[in-house]
């Protein structure tokens, strides 16, 4: 499985951005999929998840604002970011999953500036 994530930028505080995750390979409705992100001098967290069963999980840092979505037709997962703050910048990435095996993709930079 290859995964190739987009739609990170530069983005003022209390704005919105949505990222996509498209997969390439494997049977992507069997996957789980998520969103991680890691910010500088620290480590990678979970951001939201979304099975192949309909479950969805999200980081307490992120409840509320964010909504994770996948279109099984498109292989495509997404990350709808809103009401975005400074301590949200980071490098997103988007992970498959499928026990045992997990796969990332190469992550898109989110940066919360004015």
């Known amino acids: 499985v290859q995964l190739q994530a987009s739609g990170g930028g530069l983005v003022q505080p209390g704005g919105s951005l949505r990222l996509s995750c498209a997969a390439y390979?494997?049977?992507?409705?069997?996957?789980?999929m998520g969103w991680y992100r890691q910010a500088p001098g620290k480590e990678r967290e979970l951001v939201a998840t979304?099975?192949?069963?309909?479950?969805?999980n999200y980081g307490d840092s992120v409840r509320g604002r964010f909504t994770i979505s996948r279109d099984n037709a498109k292989n495509t997962v997404y990350l709808q970011m809103n009401s975005l703050k400074p301590e949200d910048t980071a490098v997103y990435y988007c992970?498959?999953?499928?026990?045992?095996?997990?796969?990332w993709g190469q992550g898109t930079l989110v940066t919360v500036s004015s």
């Open positions: 390979g494997g049977i992507f409705s069997t996957n789980d």
């Open positions: 979304f099975t192949s069963g309909g479950r969805l």
């Open positions: 992970r498959a999953s499928r026990y045992p095996y997990y796969y």
